[in-house]
């Protein structure tokens, strides 16, 4: 049987993924302004902001592929954390956005989701909360020195629990083993997207 070589298509999805990613240099600095109110402003920063959006997705995979419990437990955890530490990142805002943080963040995600990482429920919720809080502080941060308000921040949060639920319940509902592979494929992307990340970030220091 003719086997179908998907490398140069999975190089290619790769490849656009971290072009749309790399192009928003100052995604961090800026809240868009959609002309709707702070809380549809919140909402729509999630999606201008590569780091926190590829890291909510790939954490959405990553439960999907742990089963529906711990979809479930990731779906709430991840939102909950990631409103308080924009809380807290608007009471005690840092002077910095730490983007080799945040690119390592998600990159780890990535490679968790490629290697099928069979993680426990516990550990995944913790894993979970960690980059949810470490994600909304660096957001509270910039969203309250763009002059945002709290509205803005529960925005983000529900931007956050779409996303999130939104690709665990989809991998949660695949059953052909090529459809998982696909999913292994797509963490590979977002870590690749990391590493790219990264370089830029590096040549940007050089």
């Not at 002309?35 to 729509?44: H, K, Q």
């Not at 997705?57 to 439960?63: E, F, N, R, S, T």
């Not at 931007?159 to 319940?169: E, G, K, Q, Y």
């Amino acid at each position: 049987m003719r086997t179908i070589d998907h490398r140069p298509l999975a190089l290619a999805g790769g490849s656009f993924l971290a072009a749309l990613c790399l192009a928003p240099e100052e995604a961090h600095a800026h809240l868009v302004q959609t002309g709707f109110g702070t809380f549809y402003d919140g909402v729509v920063h999630l999606f201008i902001t590569p780091p926190d959006l590829l890291v909510a997705i790939g954490l959405g995979l990553l439960a999907g592929l742990c089963g529906a419990a711990a979809s479930r437990g990731v779906a709430f955890a991840l939102p909950a954390a990631w409103l308080a530490g924009e809380l807290a990142g608007s009471i005690f805002p840092a002077s910095f956005t730490l983007p080799w943080l945040t690119t390592v963040s998600f990159g780890a995600v990535g490679v968790l989701v490629a290697v099928n990482a069979n993680l426990p429920r516990p550990l995944l919720v913790v894993l979970a909360c960690g980059a949810g809080l470490f994600h909304g502080f660096v957001n509270g941060s910039t969203m309250v020195a763009a002059g945002t308000d709290r509205l803005g921040m529960i925005g983000a949060s529900v931007s956050v629990f779409l996303v999130i639920t939104l690709s665990s319940a989809l991998v949660v509902s695949l059953r052909a083993h090529w459809a998982q592979i696909a999913v292994r494929v797509a963490g590979s992307w977002i870590a690749a997207i990391g590493l790219l990340m990264l370089g830029w970030l590096v040549r940007g220091q050089g």
